[in-house]
């Protein structure tokens, strides 16, 4: 493992990512991402930053190993019971005012919160007329997440998440137990739409009245987080609403001005008209 990458190996890192292979990850946070790097090293028996190079530039699979790795998120059904009770209580009723309603799930890793998502939708009678776009930029995570596998130890701590947000029903009843993984129900699984998309360099792809992205600006720096929120604001509809992680914010972003707050604690935001 490469203890520490100097801020010289780490640029040219970056150049040698994009230019080979097109991902562009010079504004992200470069502390967390040196971290991520570090890590990695240890985790593929990297011994040294000529070898983490040469391999870079002459392995395209050992690239997307390391592209899976570094862009993992932590990620739970129901995370943040409150915020889904939020949506329960202040977005969802909103939502239901439209024929058709389009979400966007971000940076949605494994799936486990836009299964939330489609739960909560399930619940209010909505998940017919809804479109669900859950997107990523790690392949990998959007193979597990469309498989709808989770695994069968973490359903306890789900259940418990479910019904702190104000779940209705039994909590089993959307899952089938199979050894040791749960499988969601397909009739959940029937309006999502799984497909890779990168907020660093892609555009607008549709019209949505919620954008949930969460617990992904924490990557970022700052001028991504304008940038990316800039993309949001163009993709919402009027008074459409967008969600981030409990400790993101829209403080101090370009964007700021053009959007409400719904619900401060839980960070729900809405675009002005």
């Not at 040196?34 to 050992?62: D, M």
């Not at 997107?135 to 596998?149: R, V």
């Not at 800039?230 to 981030?244: C, P, V």
């Amino acid at each position: 493992m490469v203890e520490e990458i100097s801020h010289t190996d780490f640029t040219e890192l970056l150049k040698i990512i994009q230019q080979r292979y097109g991902y562009d990850f010079t504004d992200y946070s470069a502390a967390s991402l040196r971290r991520r790097f570090s890590r990695f090293t240890g985790f593929a028996g990297v011994e040294s930053i000529f070898e983490l190079k040469h391999r870079l530039l002459n392995e395209a699979p050992f690239f997307r190993k390391m592209v899976r790795y570094i862009t993992v998120n932590v990620t739970e059904m129901f995370r943040d019971p409150s915020f889904y009770r939020a949506l329960r209580e202040q977005v969802i009723p909103r939502l239901a005012s439209y024929p058709i309603i389009k979400i966007w799930h971000a940076g949605c890793s494994t799936g486990e919160e836009v299964y939330s998502m489609a739960i909560l939708m399930e619940e209010a009678g909505l998940l017919d007329r809804c479109r669900i776009y859950a997107t990523d930029l790690n392949e990998a995570n959007l193979e597990q997440a469309e498989s709808g596998i989770i695994a069968l130890k973490d359903m306890k701590e789900y259940t418990a998440n479910y019904m702190q947000s104000g779940g209705v029903s039994d909590f089993s009843n959307y899952y089938t137990a199979h050894y040791g993984n749960a499988i969601i129900h397909p009739s959940l699984r029937r309006n999502i739409i799984f497909f890779q998309h990168n907020l660093v360099t892609d555009q607008v792809f549709n019209e949505f009245q919620l954008i949930c992205c969460r617990n992904v600006f924490i990557y970022f720096n700052r001028t991504l987080q304008n940038r990316v929120v800039k993309l949001f604001y163009e993709s919402l509809t009027s008074l459409g609403y967008l969600a981030l992680g409990i400790k993101e914010s829209l403080l101090y972003n370009e964007e700021q001005a053009k959007f409400e707050t719904v619900n401060q604690a839980n960070k729900i935001f809405r675009r002005k008209i």
